[in-house]
Antibody, heavy 118, light 107 residues
Framework: QVLLQESGPGLAKPSETLSLTCAVSAASIGSGYSWGWIRQPPGNGLEWIGSLYHDGRAFYNPSLKSRVTISVDASKNQCSLRLSSVTAADTGVYYC???????????WGQGALVTVSS | EIVVTQSPATLSVSPGERATLSCRASQSLGSYLAWYQQKPGQGPRLLIYAATTRATGIPARFSGSGSGTEFTLTISSLQSEDSAVYYCQQHNGWPLTFGGGTKVEIK
């Protein structure tokens, strides 16, 4: 069973770039999977950030597109998220996911809480 | 953007009873709708995809139905461990979007 574990700084300052990584266990990141990130503001619902497909295509939420980059590092078997120019509105739990063949998400990581505050 | 609306916001059901959750889309999804369960402090878990297909390891008491713009998740006999927030997600087009969630409480 594929396991995903997010990690990164729990605190970011406004205007900085947030960087998170997702360590992948029981699967090779280069073995045809597609990857994604989803976030959840405190006490709220889920927002898709973007997905990176096994063929190299990337799709991002238009609301975040200008600030987001998703990449994979096969040598480290991990996926990464970079979100630039963060504000308090970017505070929340960030989940790493595998994006299924028709864009459902399974499995999910446990999530990483990020707080944006000066 | 496809807007997905869930109802009710909260559902209180006795153990052993049936729970019915609804999800409505602003445009036709065909059968491209998924359901997730989220318990406190955990990441969501996929229950159903393509409207009716149970994910691996999901108990048979969870079933999905519907197509087009109207979808339903049914828990046939509610167990105590089913207390959670349930989200639907359209996987028909970008941006991929989620409903606001239905909280299922055990009465």
């Amino acid at each position: 069973q594929v396991l995903l574990q997010e990690s990164g700084p729990g605190l970011a300052k406004p205007s900085e770039t947030l960087s998170l990584t997702c360590a992948v266990s029981a699967a090779s990141i280069g073995s045809g999977y597609s990857w994604g990130w989803i976030r959840q503001p405190p006490g709220n619902g889920l927002e898709w950030i973007g997905s990176l497909y096994h063929d190299g295509r990337a799709f991002y939420n238009p609301s975040l597109k200008s600030r987001v980059t998703i990449s994979v590092d096969a040598s480290k078997n991990q996926c990464s998220l970079r979100l630039s120019s963060v504000t308090a509105a970017d505070t929340g739990v960030y989940y790493c996911v595998i994006t299924g063949p028709h864009n459902w998400f399974d499995p999910w990581g446990q999530g990483a809480l990020v707080t944006v505050s000066s | 953007e496809i807007v997905v609306t869930q109802s009710p916001a909260t559902l209180s059901v006795s153990p052993g009873e049936r729970a019915t959750l609804s999800c409505r889309a602003s445009q036709s999804l065909g059968s491209y709708l998924a359901w997730y369960q989220q318990k406190p402090g955990q990441g969501p878990r996929l229950l159903i995809y393509a409207a009716t297909t149970r994910a691996t390891g999901i108990p048979a008491r969870f079933s999905g139905s519907g197509s087009g713009t109207e979808f339903t998740l049914t828990i046939s006999s509610l167990q105590s461990e089913d207390s959670a927030v349930y989200y639907c997600q359209q996987h028909n087009g970008w941006p991929l979007t989620f409903g606001g969630g239905t909280k299922v409480e055990i009465k």
